[in-house]
């Protein structure tokens, strides 16, 4: 049923920027192979936002890995303490959700995240079952097994305590929650992000506290932007979210910076190490062009999560688009009821831009376009008589027509 120790190691330890400890994953590793049993690997996501991004797979990457080991990843959607809003690397106090938003966020979270990990290989719970079952003495037992002390030895609760910016009491209690969820599941080892390395090591503590061996921590990188500085997140608006369609998803890939081919290759593009090492060397010594090397992974990664087909399509149009100054060839149709209307109201309308704001940044820019001609001024009228193409950006086009 499970490999060797040794096999399934190497394993567990790919990519990871810090286990905590290999001596311990390796005990863990012989007893599960001694007792045919799979170890229970946690994974916790608070359902704080709708839509997952590439960021988020690279713990669940790892976690699919592991599950293709044999082992059982308990996938905690936190319900709960995504109420609360987890404090690891925010400078202020997050505003509270209510408790529709959080379920509403976790609906869409699962199907995006068995895109990815195996069902039948997945426990899901909703830390609520015990969260929000506790009664105040069971609370005030759980915050007595920690101290202030050690909580404000986390670094973003440091940085903002010595520069004198406000701590919610509620926000202490976060890791206190996130580590009684390892006691609750009986975590044999959790993984997460760099900026969870805190709230997993007071798992351990907890788990040691209530006579469990404890959890190995396994920590990930952090995966910037299109920007390439920043952290991905849908917040900075330097994402690409698993629900954008292929030829956006193709587009954003290709306006990384260059620098940032191996880290996306490495950690998200979902091939072997060899794969990987190969297509690196070949960019090192010049058999790959960086182009071609980040059209590949573009495609790749649109296959991922639509198709071959839709990968290969993105690629072809975005060739069309780019090399050849050409339009894709399925432009989505938009119909408007007013025959004259401003060129800020139109890209809203149409759909193309979130906000009247971001229209009027991306004409102070230069990305608007009606045909191939630039519109630069927010109060255009645009005069609706026969159909024509609205382009927002370097990947977003609308067909306009008037409605009858």
């Not at 440091?158 to 996130?178: C, D, M, N, T, W």
């Not at 330097?238 to 950690?267: Q, W």
């Not at 979902?270 to 980040?294: F, N, Q, T, W, Y």
């Amino acid at each position: 049923m499970f490999k060797p120790v040794l096999e399934q190691l190497e394993v567990f330890k790919e990519n990871l920027v810090e286990l905590i400890s290999e001596r311990e994953l390796t005990a863990k590793l012989e007893a599960s192979l001694k007792e045919k049993r799979p170890l229970r690997i946690k994974y916790g996501a608070d359902p704080s936002a709708p839509d997952l991004h590439l960021g988020h797979t690279v713990p669940l990457r790892k976690l699919r890995q592991l599950q293709d080991l044999g082992h059982l990843v308990v996938f905690i959607i936190g319900d709960f303490t995504a109420r609360i809003g987890d404090p690891s690397g925010k400078s202020e106090t997050r505003p509270m959700q209510t408790e529709e938003q959080v379920l509403a966020n976790a609906k869409t979270y699962q199907e995006q995240v068995f895109q990815i990990l195996d069902k039948k290989k997945t426990e899901v719970r909703y830390n609520s079952e015990w969260l929000g079952k506790m009664r105040p003495e069971d609370f005030l037992k759980l915050t007595a097994q920690y101290t202030v002390a050690r909580i404000l030895e986390r670094d973003d609760f440091s940085k903002r305590y010595k520069a004198g910016q406000p701590i919610a009491l509620v926000e202490f209690l976060y890791p206190l929650l996130q580590g009684h969820d390892s006691v609750e599941i009986r975590s044999d080892i959790e993984i997460g992000g760099t900026d969870q390395k805190f709230n997993l090591l007071v798992g351990r503590e907890l788990q040691k506290t209530d006579g469990q061996t404890p959890q190995v921590v396994m920590t990930l990188p952090l995966i910037e932007g299109l920007d390439g500085v920043q952290k991905m997140s849908k917040s900075l608006g330097n994402h690409i979210a698993l629900k954008d369609s292929p030829r956006e998803m193709f587009g954003k890939v290709m306006s990384i910076p260059d620098t940032m081919m191996e880290r996306y290759y490495r950690y998200l593009a979902a091939l072997s190490l060899k794969e990987v090492e190969s297509v690196l060397a070949d960019l090192k010594c010049g058999i790959l062009h960086p182009r071609e090397a980040k059209s590949r992974l573009a495609e790749r990664i649109v296959s991922l999560f639509h198709s071959e087909t839709d990968g290969i399509r993105a690629r072809e149009e975005f060739d069309e688009i780019f090399k050849n100054k050409g339009m894709p060839v399925d432009i989505p149709t938009v119909k408007i009821s007013q025959r004259t209307i401003d060129i800020v109201s139109l890209l809203v309308e149409a759909k193309l831009v979130a906000s009247k704001t971001e229209a009027r940044r991306l004409m102070e820019q230069g990305g608007v376009k009606i045909g191939h001609e630039k519109i630069t001024d927010p109060k255009a009228a645009i005069t609706i008589g026969d159909p024509f193409v609205l382009q927002c950006g370097k990947r977003k086009f609308a067909k306009i027509v008037l409605s009858t």
